[in-house]
């Protein structure tokens, strides 16, 4: 009862937030953004929220050139002992590379108002390449995305304690560095999340241009 209380609390004050000047106000949540810049890395922040963006320490192994997980102590491990963390910085890519790159949403408490999960990719991507992991689908707004990004839906909808789940971001978990076109000098890869209730709308796109489009 006392979690339920507080995912109520949450959404609340996220309703005042996002009902200025609005006729209606939706059920919704939005996670920090998940910023991937190849020199700086990535900012997210509250790590004990039920709904939250990570992804997976790595460091680059110079003996073999590439870029692996890592651990608190910073010996190199699979991704599954990975520490999650903040911010990571890609200061050695180079033209082919693969980069170990896995963000990902984790909803770790029952969703008690059905939901649509998205995600919104966005930032300068010139000279990267990358793809969707499976379940993302692409939505087709009509209003303009937040961060002006491309936006996915995940293809079920989330309810009760089946959304208690990890849902990775990217094909692979993995960015590739094009052999062709050299990175902008701003290259980035920025995701952000975000809940928006499905009852009462007649698809994704309705719900995402409701609750969160410009």
């Not at 890869?189 to 410009?214: E, H, I, N, V």
Request: proline share 4%; with cysteine.
């Amino acid at each position: 009862m006392r979690k339920k209380t507080l995912t109520i609390a949450i959404a609340l004050v996220l309703v005042v937030a996002l009902a200025v000047g609005a006729t209606y106000a939706y059920l919704t949540a939005t996670t920090n953004t998940l910023t991937n810049t190849f020199t700086v890395g990535k900012t997210m922040e509250d790590p004990k929220s039920n709904f939250i963006l990570k992804e997976h320490k790595v460091a680059y192994d110079p003996a073999v050139g590439v870029y692996k997980y890592v651990d608190a102590s910073g010996s190199y491990v699979d991704a599954a002992a990975a520490e999650e963390v903040a911010d990571n910085t890609y200061d050695s890519v180079a033209p082919g590379m693969v980069v170990a790159k896995d963000p990902f949403v984790r909803i770790q408490a029952p969703v008690e108002t059905p939901s649509y999960l998205f995600v919104e990719v966005y930032g300068d991507t010139t000279g990267l390449q990358y793809a969707l992991a499976d379940g993302w689908q692409p939505v087709q707004l009509t209003k303009a995305a937040p961060n002006g990004g491309t936006v996915y839906a995940y293809q079920t909808t989330l309810a009760g304690s089946g959304a208690v789940n990890t849902y990775p971001i990217l094909k692979g978990d993995q960015v590739t560095v094009d052999r062709m076109t050299a990175l902008s000098a701003d290259a980035s890869l920025k995701f952000s999340a975000y809940l928006c209730q499905s009852t009462g709308f007649g698809g994704a796109a309705a719900a995402f241009d409701a609750c969160f489009g410009k």
